[in-house]
C-alpha cells in the first residue's frame, strides 16, 4: 500500500527538489501539464522587463549589437543542443516546429533523388503528417504512414525520409531512436525526429544514435513561454549539403550585404528564415537556465519514478472505475507523460482542473499527465490520483458545465 507520507519521503530525497524553486508556480496548484506548455522559470520576466526597458526602450535598434540581440538563435541553440545530445553550431532556434519540419523535410527529399517515399506514422502529431503530406506533394513523392509497430519493416531502399516522432503525444510511447535510425541508416533513407515531448524530458543522444535531422518546440519541456519559437538540428556532416526551402535573408551567408543572389550560409544559420521572434528568443534562452547542473540521467530516472509512482497509484486507487491505462507500463518504453482513457475523461479532467490539478485531455478520450521532473513532485502525484478517484468515484465531473467543451482541450 502506497502511502502519502511514502511520497513525501520521496520528495525529501529527491535531489532535484530544489529545482522547483526555479519556477514561479500558483501556491495550491498541481501542474501536470508541463507537455503543453511549461512551467515559467522565475527568472524569465526579469529577463524580459529588461529587454523591454532597457534594451527596446532605450537601446532602440542599437540592442541588436549592443545587447546581443543578433545571436541569441545561435547561443540559444547551442543550450539546446547540450540537452538534446547535439554538437556546437548543430542547432539554431527558429520559427515554429511545423515550419521547421517543413524546411527539413524538403531539404533531406532533396538529398535523397529518385527515392520515391517518405515514411511516416498514423499516430503522429497531426502536424508532423500534414506536413509531409505537402512535402510529398510538393516534392513528387508518396507519404507512406503505416503503424508505429510497422515502422521498422517499412524502411527500405525505396524510403527517401523517415520522420518520425520520438514520444507520442497520446500516449508517451517511445520510439528507441537508436534501433529506428540505425535501420533508417542501413537502408540509405535519412531520418528527422520530431523531439517535442522528449527534448528536456529526457536525455537525447541525437549524434550518438548518428541522426541526421530534428525538430522541437521551446514551449513545453523547455518551459521557453506560450509560442516560445522552436529549434533545428542538422547533424553537421550534412550542413554543407542542405538546401531548405524557406531561403530568407536572415539564411544567408552575409544577410547585411544585401546581394540579389541568394547564398546559402556555411553553417546552422542556412536554417534560418527571417527575423527571430527576439522577445521569444530572449525568454526562451533565459528559461533554459532552469536546467543548469541539472544532470539529464537523475531528471530520466526522476521522470521514470514518477511515472512508475503514477500508474502504480492508479492501479490501487482507480480499479473498477472505468479508467484504463493508455500508455507503456515498461519505462524504458514511456517519455515523461501517463495517460489514462475514461470515456468521459473531458468532463473528468475538466473537473480536476477545476481542484486545481491541471493535465488535459486528448480525443476521443485521453487524460494526459505530464511530469517534468524539474518541478513536479511526488505528493503531486499522490494528491492527483486521489483527486481523480474522488471525482470518478461521486459523480462529481457529471455536470454541463465540465462536459462543455472548450476550444482549446
Ligand atoms: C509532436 C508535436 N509536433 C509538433 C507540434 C506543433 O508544434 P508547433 O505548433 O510549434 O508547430 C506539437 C504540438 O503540440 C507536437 O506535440
Redesign the pocket.
Known sequence: MITREHCAALDAADPLAHCRARFDLPPDTIYLDGN?LGAMPANVPARIRRALEQEWAHGLIRSWNDADWYPAPQRTGNRIATLIGAGRDEVIVAD??????FKVLVAATRMRPGRPVILAERT??P??VYVADSVAEMTGRELRCVDPADVLGAIDETVAIVSL?H?N?KSGWCYDMAQVTRRAREAGALIVW?L??SAGAMPVRLNDCGVDFA???G??YLNGGP?AP?FVFVASRHLAQVRQPLTGWHGHARPFAFTHDYEPHPGIDRMLTGTAPQLGVIALESALEAFDGVDLDVLRAKSVALGNLFIDLADQQLAGLGCRLASPRDPRERGSQVSLAHEEGYAIMQALIARNVIGDFRAPDILRFGFAPLYVRYVDIWDTIAALEDIVRTGAWNTEAFKTRKSVT
Open positions: 503543453s515554429s516546429t511545423s515550419v521547421n519540419l503522429n502529431f502536424t508532423d516522432t514520444v503525444y520530431d517535442c515531448h525538430v522541437g518546440c514551449y513545453k509560442g522552436a
